[in-house]
């Protein structure tokens, strides 16, 4: 699959952004998605991420403002970010795996298969 992510840009702290990835292929369904980022010599990092069963999982620094959705019909997974601080300010990523990983791996950029481009969000305080 390929993937195209979408939706950054320059936001407030305390802002909302909300990124976009659509994915090709007939199979969108059945692949679990996830968002990660990487900021200025940092390492990737992983943010959050919709199985294909709908259960999701998020990182502990965004828990409560973040919120990854997904819409089979149109092939595209969300993040909508919102009270953004300057800390969020990173490349976002899009990922894509087939099936269900388990929990102790839905975290690693070692699981995804396929990678969107990068979408830049920028936090000023």
């Known amino acids: 699959v390929q993937l195209q992510a979408s939706g950054g840009g320059l936001v407030q702290a305390g802002g909302s952004l909300r990124l976009s990835c659509t994915v090709s292929g007939r199979t969108f369904s059945g692949y679990t998605l996830a968002w990660f980022r990487q900021a200025p010599g940092k390492e990737r990092e992983f943010v959050a991420a919709?199985?294909?069963?709908?259960?999701?999982s998020y990182a502990n620094s965004v828990k409560g403002r973040f919120s990854v959705s997904r819409d089979n019909a149109k092939n595209t997974v969300y993040l909508q970010m919102n009270s953004l601080k300057p800390e969020d300010t990173a490349v976002y990523y899009c990922?894509?795996?087939?099936?269900?990983?388990?929990?102790?791996?839905?975290?690693?950029?070692?699981?995804?298969?396929?990678w969107g481009q990068g979408t830049l969000v920028t936090v000023s305080s």
């Open positions: 919709k199985r294909k069963d709908g259960s999701t």
């Open positions: 990922a894509a795996v087939p099936g269900r990983p388990i929990t102790s791996v839905l975290s690693s950029t070692q699981t995804y298969h396929s």
